[in-house]
């Protein structure tokens, strides 16, 4: 089976992956990688500083083969708005 | 102590389900050599492990006095499994009380630990819930004396490690890299070292009382 490497970017935070994992097709890697991005995305976007977590997936020759994106946003309605007349 | 009373001891291939969920098994199994999981599987063919069975443990006490598993339990690697029969069971709690109480703290402690990982599974982070584990199997391999030099035997894929941690394997991935590049463990091959006890245990916010390892007597 082949071989995929999944470097994760949090904000300015590189932790790339020495080991790989194997996946029998690219599809399965796919799947693998929203997974994971979806629960990293939720252990970590809400206490740290990054506002979008990526995967990007690599093959065995260590060449991008997709990358994965989740994004939190926040948007404070500005100026806050006044309490309503009695 | 129990384990000398195991009988017609059998090897188990690796993968290999020592039960299957459903099973109404005579007799219970204790854990010789190797390392097991209890687990339960869901119809999308997702697999929860519920428990990591070390040797000394019974893999399924419970099917003396709850006769049906509601759980299967496999062979983690080749283990080795003896088994009492029910009737023994039924005898040495009915004539020895202080055994009848060991084998009570037994079910206790194995609960103690589902509340453990209960709590890290609801409301820790991965890291964290990662590291508790890992400081979970030291102490307990420590205490049937399978750590040498802080390292100690970690044959799980990270498929099954996140299986037991209820995560995706790219994020346990993840995490395994995390604890590697801040220090606190390497894993070559199957054996796994703490590098720093200190430091994984109070991330881990680890405290090994509910394990009631110390001698006092109960």
Redesign the interface.
Known sequence: MPRFY?D?REGTRF?????G?EFESLDAAEH??A??AA??GR??LP?SDARDIT?EVKNEHRQRVLTVTITMAIHRVDPEPLPPRA | MLEGAAVRPRQVNKGVDILLEGDRPPECTVLLEGYAGRYNLLRNGKRQITALHLPGDFVDLDSFLVKRMDHAAMAITPCTVGVISHDTLREISENHPHLARLLWLTTLVDGAINRRWLVAMGRRSALEHTAYLLCELFVRLEAVGLVTEDSFKLPLTQAELGDALGLSNVHVNRIIQELRTEGLITWRGETLTVEDRRLLQQLAEFDPSFLCLDREPR
């Open positions: 999944f994760v932790i790339p992956d020495a080991d994992l693998a990688a997974e994971a629960e990293i252990d970590r206490k995967i």
